[in-house]
């Protein structure tokens, strides 16, 4: 049933603009982004892992960075660029980091998965645009993005948990889809004198 | 038609063995993948659990009219108007934990625990109405602390006798050349599967539906109809995706709740349970407290072994964490005393989680041998080799296989272990200390009764149907390389459908049994149906279908000592300024069984080594004994390992296929935990010369256990 009643004042009309398409809806005003997108669009590839802003399992991309839906008010979404899991494929061909993922199983049970891809997509954007982390040695804007290590996808993509501990092929995953991108980009933009960073798993030989 | 299988080992060489991405895999990246949440229903409804603010007591009313007045609240059950339900019965794993049979009665148990139920039109209604719920307690004082001297404490069996004992224990280790003697604890622990609990019950048609997140469909039928005097039959329980299990996810409060609903309200009801619920109402691993004496002779040979170990449990339930089991597996002495014992506190009650028993009994174990192995002054792996018992140390049985040497063997060799100085303390790299330890691990390797259904379609696909759970696994996609196998045709003709109560009874995915069990039936089956299309019949539209039963042939298996085995490997960073410990690598070499997809196979045994690490490190639930609650009951306050914790961590198996089960399977969910956290505690003491043996290994206790340096 649609719970909204003109009687009501604690709802709104309000219009998400979800994977490039809108969605007019009624909502509550106490309904999450998360909950907006599962209980009343039925998009749930979107997971509700804490509802607490703990675990990441709802990471989305708001206007292209990453943000946790379970914090969000839906009714604060109008205006925003919504991507979730359901919009980064294009049409049958994976992203890249779906692409990833999948080949190198970095998922078991799947439930983080929407999360830490969403999370992955923009780590590799946010690094790409140069911006550092917290284990970047180098973080004077000239120094440009530093190489992107196991070590700094690792702090990049620490907000979203997985308890499988499927880290080390997520790490993996998002290594190589960010070298993809990267050729990719050198590919559309031959023009540009700099090298692209390679992702390197530096720890790789440390058991050899 | 039904068949029974004598067990005999297939030969066939085809899809299992080799790496396969998973079949669900597309789902599962795309966001496609529906869990037990996220199926539409039309007139659904939501219930929202309220549970207790106080740890021991009663209701002595609660408030309904006000969140009845609330809008789109539609019932608010509790123990006066609530469903009645039955709880004296056995189930497939025994009698019910109370817990989940709600609403029954007006006494409060523990902190947490269910006192209504509040169903509305929407969530955001239901939550709160929950939220606004007015109970009155009559409150009484209650009792959560946990301690090695609780004089209430007693021996009790649970999944195995609690006491075993042979030769006389204080005269070898009066006789012992080197003694350890010494007590470890590990803290109450919590599964923390990102998929929270959840189920929609409704009846249809005379049916009770519900579709849920657990760990066998067999299993919360069975429960469901013996609690609501059902038909096995008329029940039906669904569970195609599972967001991680790992011992949680049986009968909860949340499917018992949704249930009465569903059949108070006559329409559909979801109850999704919110993260902290979960932290009182899912279960979770109980705090131990053990006692290790061993005695030795110079060479290492163990003349004496003591393994006492204690942990907690609910008044209203018996739940044993038998952390001494290992102990009757891996080693064995002239004196051999192993005992469990549990300590009733107002508590919730705890359950099986990843390896219960071994991983927090090994800790314990592993730890101890690597004291011995200092004062024997011996190396750890090689006292180890030189107390491999030929038989079960407590059954005398045959071990079935016995790998544990080659584990180590290969690596040693991978790890650098020949290199190691075993000095403890000596290497140091700016303000890190380092160090590296080792660990051996075991865990059972059972099987269970499972029915499965094989299908051949007239356009020449195949169609398995069992009720097997895949909680992340890789189960699905290794059933349908078994079933390939058996038919002798490509994986992509072959559908596996799973997770569905109505494809008959299965095993559970527990145990490190669910794979084994359920590759029985379906091997069995499927082998059965390319015996049938070999004689050359049409098949009909609807197709040829053929059903297996391993019942007799998993009963008849002789009693032998049946486990996995494995050998844990890490170096550790230790940083004397902060005391804080950073795992650098780590690598597990297992002894269990035939690998059917080394691609997830490798997940699951690093998952486990990754679980080690975040017990070794991180995880600690701590009761507050005022409140008897936790502190942090959520994600944040409890810390499981994250991507920046967790390092390159490497896992690999030698040659080890079970000569008697039909794929060779032994089982992996389990073995991946035992021995990880005591090769970190192990790397620990070779860091910094202390020994840690309490967990986890925080800060403080590191810097308050190291020595005071002049410069640090």
Not at chain 2, 504 to 533: D, N, Q
Request: net charge negative; hydrophobic share 40%; aromatic share 4%.
């Amino acid at each position: 049933m649609d719970p909204a009643s003109p009687a009501l004042s604690t709802y709104s009309a309000i219009t998400l603009n979800i994977n490039g398409e809108k969605h007019t809806l009624s909502a509550d005003h106490r309904t999450t982004l998360l909950d907006a997108l599962r209980e009343r669009l039925d998009m749930t590839g979107t997971k509700k892992g804490c509802d607490q802003g703990q675990c990441g399992a709802c990471t989305v991309l708001l206007d292209g960075r990453r943000a946790v839906a379970c914090l969000q008010l839906a009714v604060a979404a109008e205006g925003r660029e919504i991507t979730t899991i359901e919009g980064v494929a294009e049409g049958e061909e994976l992203h890249p980091v779906q692409q990833a993922f999948l080949d190198l199983d970095g998922y078991q049970c799947g439930y983080c998965t929407p999360g830490q891809i969403c999370s992955a997509i923009a780590v590799i954007e946010e690094h790409a645009a140069g911006w550092p982390s917290a284990v970047t040695d180098d973080v004077r804007p000239e120094a440009g993005p530093p190489p992107l290590t196991a070590d700094e996808i690792r702090e990049r993509m620490s907000g979203n948990l997985c308890r499988c501990g499927a880290y080390v092929s997520i790490v993996r995953a998002v290594a190589r889809a960010a070298e993809t991108a990267a050729s990719t980009e050198e590919r559309r933009a031959a023009r540009s004198g700099g090298s692209a960073p390679a992702a390197d798993d530096k720890d790789k030989g440390a058991a050899a | 038609m039904t068949t029974t299988t004598t067990g005999t080992r297939s030969t066939a060489k085809g899809a299992t063995g080799t790496a396969h991405t998973r079949v669900e895999g597309r789902d599962k990246v795309t966001g496609a993948a529906r869990y037990a949440g996220e199926i539409p229903f039309a007139d659904l409804a939501h219930g929202w659990l309220v549970v207790s603010t106080v740890a021991r007591g009663r209701i002595r009313s609660i408030d309904t009219a006000p969140v009845l007045a609330q809008p789109g609240v539609l019932a608010v059950l509790h123990h006066e108007n609530a469903p009645r339900v039955e709880t004296d019965y056995v189930g497939m794993l025994g009698v019910p934990d109370p817990t989940c049979a709600v609403f029954q009665h007006d006494r409060v148990p523990h902190l947490g625990w269910p006192v209504a139920l509040v169903v509305a039109e929407t969530s955001e209604q239901a939550r709160e109405a929950a939220e606004t719920l007015v109970v009155h307690y009559e409150q009484e004082s209650h009792d959560v602390e946990f301690s090695s001297a609780r004089p209430d404490a007693y021996p009790a069996d649970g999944y195995m006798p609690a006491v075993a004992e042979k030769g006389d224990l204080e005269a070898e280790l009066v006789a012992s050349d080197a003694i350890v003697d010494e007590e470890y604890t590990t803290p109450e622990e919590h599964h923390g599967m990102m998929e929270p609990h959840a189920a929609t019950a409704l009846w249809d048609g005379g049916r009770l539906e519900v579709v849920d997140s657990n760990q066998g469909a067999t299993w919360v039928v069975g429960e469901l109809a013996k609690m609501f005097s059902l038909d096995p039959a008329s029940v039906r329980v669904r569970s195609e995706h599972v967001g991680g299990g790992f011992g949680s996810k049986g009968v909860r409060a949340h499917q018992v709740a949704a249930v009465m609903a569903a059949t108070v309200l006559h329409r559909p009801v979801r109850v999704v349970m919110t993260r902290r619920q979960m932290f009182s109402l899912t279960g979770y691993r109980s705090p131990t407290a053990q006692r290790v004496r061993l005695g030795a002779d110079a060479d290492g040979r163990l003349r004496a072994l003591e393994h006492r170990s204690l942990n907690l449990t609910s008044t209203v339930h018996e739940f044993i964490e038998s952390a001494a089991g290992p102990a009757r597996v891996m080693y064995d002495a002239d004196a051999h005393h192993t005992a469990n014992r549990v300590v009733r506190l107002d508590v919730p009650t705890p359950t099986y989680m990843r390896a219960p028993g071994e991983a927090p009994g090994s800790f314990a174990l592993e730890s101890a041998l690597d004291e011995l192995a200092e004062k024997c002054g011996l190396d750890p792996i090689e006292l180890r080799l030189r107390n491999e018992p030929e038989r079960g140390p407590v059954s005398g049985l045959p071990f079935s296989s016995r790998n544990l040497p080659a584990c180590f063997r290969e690596g040693a060799r991978r790890f650098g272990w020949a290199d190691r100085d075993p000095r403890p303390g000596l290497r140091r790299e700016g303000r890190w200390l380092l160090g590296t330890g080792t660990a051996a691990a075991s865990f059972g390797a059972g099987a269970g009764p499972s029915t499965a259904v094989a299908t051949a379609e007239p356009d020449g696909t195949f169609t398995v149907r069992i009720a097997a759970a895949d909680i992340g696994t890789g189960a699905r996609t290794a059933l349908t390389l078994i079933a390939a196998d058996a038919l002798e045709v490509s994986p992509d003709r072959v559908r596996v459908r799973i997770g569905d109560s109505d494809f008959g009874p299965a095993m559970i995915a527990g145990g490190s049994m669910g794979t084994r069990s359920w590759g029985w039936a379906v091997m069995t089956a499927a082998t059965e149906l390319r015996g049938r299309l070999a004689l050359g019949a049409d098949i009909p539209p609807e197709g040829i279908t053929v059903r297996s039963d391993t019942t007799a042939a998993v009963g008849a298996l002789a009693r032998k000592e049946r486990h996995s085995f494995g050998a844990q490997f890490a170096e550790v960073a230790v940083d004397v300024t902060t005391g804080e410990v950073r795992v650098r690598r780590m690598l597990g070499i297992f002894a269990a069984g035939r690998i059917v997809n080394p691609l997830t196979a490798r997940s699951q045994l690093i998952g486990g080594m990754i679980w080690g690490i975040s017990m070794a490190l991180h995880e600690e639930a701590i009761r507050d004994r005022a409140t008897g609650g936790l502190y942090g009951a959520d994600l944040a306050g409890y810390h499981v390992a994250t991507h920046a914790d967790v390092p390159f961590v490497e896992a690999d198996w030698v040659d080890d296929p079970d000569p008697d089960d039909p794929v060779g399977i032994k089982g992996i969910g389990e073995i991946g935990i035992v021995g990880a956290a005591a090769a970190v505690a192990n790397a620990v003491w070779h860091a910094t010369g202390v020994r840690h043996r309490n967990l986890p290994i925080r800060p403080d206790r590191v810097l308050q256990a190291l020595p005071r340096e002049p410069h640090a």
